[in-house]
């Protein structure tokens, strides 16, 4: 039986310059998968390559077994449907409110009418804890309450794979955790796996099943696991140091003896 | 040296623009879908520009084009009074305000104003990924951000233009019946007397097109915008510059057939 999402053999480039090559994996329903690795090394890129956002030089993304990047317009739109997204800024649309923000989704996605898609608006923002916050735009609220109103609006029409570009970056520790634990109940809620994108060592350890470390240096995957697998057990110092929060080994110096 | 060392391939692109010509025709067919019932925005965003555009843009558009039928009503009493034909003025404010400056100093105003506040606007959005946000919904940018921001200025524009044409005359009677001692009645006859339906029906025409092109340039600015607080700014310069020169540009255009054509 197909994954609900695999990556198979994917290759980040623009232009000439390689982001990242050789990355497969694969993520099951009810999973929180992390993308892990330094910054820069094109984590935020390969969540972007599996939304549709940008297509990749060679490889596929499957969902369900079939390629969002071979598929025709229609299938792709099918595809997307299935898909919630958080992004790093939050990006509510400013114009909207809260409740409208939430409701656009559903008015695309689903055949709900307006008063349905008021009550799923209303009913996602108290449980993110912005129940009586729905008149306000994002201008006027903090930046953990719009990412909180983000994954309202990602969850609001239950999407089977929630994807989450560093949800907890510039938040507050509490926020932050808090921000985990509304990811748990998200996964238990909903049952959507969640493909999310950090470096934040305490998210990544509390939260994440299994996950990718991607690599600056040599620009493709270097391990695969869990975060406290691979911060215990990693064969590569690099993952090792970053998920202990040490130093990184130094590189090899060529003529040197060691 | 520079541009010699930039490949053909490269230097043939940003001659032939392919992205803004892409970009044009993915306006064009987003109205050929609205035409067909098949728009995707949302009334209330229309709504907010039109307002935005429209009756915001009224008290600009009033002292500008009260201060250009003054000046021109200055200019020509200057000169007419030496030849005994001050009442004049009023046929020279009448003419080059419906004929070129109406349309032309609104469409300017409003390419600093409301170019500008497009590209602004759809800049920031690409800036905080709001963009994106709609892509991955599915909503096409150019469907659901360009065209009602499109269909705004092309409304207003002429509704703008005819209001400008009114100031126009207003400052040019002002300064007419005030320095030249004309009756306001006299002046009003001659103005009418001048005004054809073909002057108004160009600065109608033109004032269309000067919208279409200030909210094309200012949207695609904001739309390629590069994606932090400088391309902001960059696409909010680049929307004010294309829009004024494309404008003048245009109003040549529209010169040189209007002299083919008779008009």
């Not at chain 2, 391939?9 to 392919?18: D, H, Q």
């Not at chain 2, 300017?108 to 946000?133: P, Y």
């Not at chain 2, 096409?140 to 524009?157: E, G, K, N, Q, T």
Request: hydrophobic share 50%; with cysteine; net charge neutral.
């Amino acid at each position: 039986m197909a994954a609900l999402l695999e990556v198979r053999d994917l290759r980040m480039q623009f232009g000439e310059r390689l982001i990242q090559a050789d990355i497969s994996f694969k993520v099951e329903p009810r999973t929180i998968f992390a993308i892990m690795g330094g910054s820069g090394c094109g984590k935020s890129t390969l969540l972007r390559h599996m939304i549709g956002l940008l297509s990749p030089k060679s490889g596929q993304v499957l969902y369900d077994g079939v390629d969002y990047w071979s598929a025709d317009d229609a299938t792709q739109a099918n595809l997307r449907s299935r898909v919630g997204m958080l992004f790093q800024s939050a990006a509510l649309w400013s114009s909207m409110t809260l409740t409208e923000n939430v409701c656009l989704p559903l008015e695309q996605l689903t055949q709900q009418d307006e008063a349905q898609r008021l009550a799923r608006a209303q009913q996602v923002l108290e449980w993110v804890g912005l129940g009586s916050f729905g008149g306000f735009y994002p201008a006027d609220i903090s930046g953990g309450m719009k990412k909180r109103a983000g994954i309202a609006r990602a969850i609001a029409a239950e999407p089977p794979i929630l994807f989450l570009d560093e949800p907890s970056a510039g938040l507050d520790p509490i926020s932050s955790k808090r921000l985990d634990d509304l990811i748990l109940e998200v996964r238990d809620r909903t049952g959507a796996a969640v493909i999310f994108v950090s470096h934040e060592l305490p998210s990544l350890l509390a939260i994440a099943d299994d996950g990718i470390f991607l690599d600056a240096d040599s620009k493709k995957p270097i391990a695969h696991g869990s975060p406290r697998e691979l911060r215990d057990h990693a064969e590569h110092p690099t993952v090792r140091a970053f998920l202990r929060r040490e130093e990184p080994p130094a590189p090899s110096q060529p003529g040197k003896n060691p | 040296m520079a541009a010699m060392s930039t490949p053909l391939s490269v230097r043939l692109e940003a001659l032939l623009m392919p992205r803004a010509v892409g970009f044009l025709g993915q306006v064009l067919l987003a109205g050929l879908a609205l035409l067909r019932g098949r728009g995707r925005f949302r009334a209330r965003d229309l709504a907010r520009v039109l307002a935005d555009a429209g009756a915001r843009a009224l008290p600009i558009i009033t002292v500008v084009n009260l201060l250009v039928g003054a000046i021109f009503a200055f200019v020509g009493a200057v000169q007419l009074v030496k030849f005994g034909a001050g009442i004049f003025v009023a046929d020279l404010v009448a003419i080059s305000v419906s004929r070129e400056m109406a349309a032309v100093i609104t469409a300017v105003v409003m390419a600093g104003r409301t170019g500008a506040s497009f590209a602004a606007e759809l800049a920031t959005m690409q800036t905080n990924e709001e963009v994106d946000a709609l892509e991955v919904l599915g909503l096409d940018a150019v469907d659901y951000l360009v065209l009602p921001r499109v269909i705004a200025l092309v409304s207003m524009m002429p509704l703008l233009y005819i209001y400008a044409c009114f100031m126009g005359l207003l400052g040019g009677m002002a300064v007419g019946t005030g320095m030249l001692d004309l009756a306001h009645t006299a002046y009003l006859d001659r103005s009418f007397d001048a005004l054809t339906w073909a002057h108004v029906g160009l600065g109608l025409s033109k004032s269309l097109v000067f919208g279409m092109l200030i909210a094309m340039t200012g949207c695609y600015s904001g739309l390629y915008a590069q994606r932090n607080a400088a391309g902001v700014g960059s696409a909010t310069t680049k929307a004010v510059v294309a829009g004024i020169v494309g404008v003048i540009v245009l109003d040549s255009g529209f010169a040189i057939c209007a002299n083919a054509l008779g008009l």
